[in-house]
């Protein structure tokens, strides 16, 4: 059975920093890609990051892109999201994802798990 399991999300000020993590079981890890998701209140689910399932290619939304990084530990069956010059429109509660394959999608439908997701909550 599938676990997706996410961890970090806090309140933090405008400009602050985050890192969340996702720790994943009953799956071979490594042959998965694995992606960030968010949601805002009101708001659909939107891609964050994505990451192939080697960690060598990866995809950003162009709201995060150059403030994010994912990265993924195979030993560990871990993905991070590492959140810098964080902003009050980063507020979401962001779901962790597997990927049904190797490579890595912005699309919601490529992926077939979903963690419960974890609150992050940027001050102004």
């Known amino acids: 059975q599938v676990q997706l399991v996410e961890s970090g999300g806090r309140l933090v000020q405008d400009g602050g920093s985050l890192r969340l993590s996702c720790a994943a079981s009953?799956?071979?890890?490594?042959?998965?890609?694995m992606g960030w998701f968010r949601q805002a209140p009101g708001k659909e689910r939107e891609f964050v990051a994505a990451l192939s399932s080697s960690g060598r290619r990866t995809y950003y939304a162009d709201s995060v892109k150059g403030r994010f990084t994912i990265s993924r530990d195979n030993a560990k069956n871990t993905v991070y999201l590492q959140m810098n010059t964080l902003k009050p429109e980063d507020t979401a509660l962001y779901y962790c994802?597997?990927?049904?394959?190797?490579?890595?999608?912005?699309?919601?439908?490529?992926?077939?798990?979903w963690g419960q997701g974890t609150q992050v909550t940027v001050s102004s």
């Open positions: 994802a597997k990927d049904r394959d190797t490579m890595g999608s912005v699309s919601r439908d490529a992926y077939d798990y």
């Open positions: 009953g799956l071979t890890f490594s042959s998965y890609a």
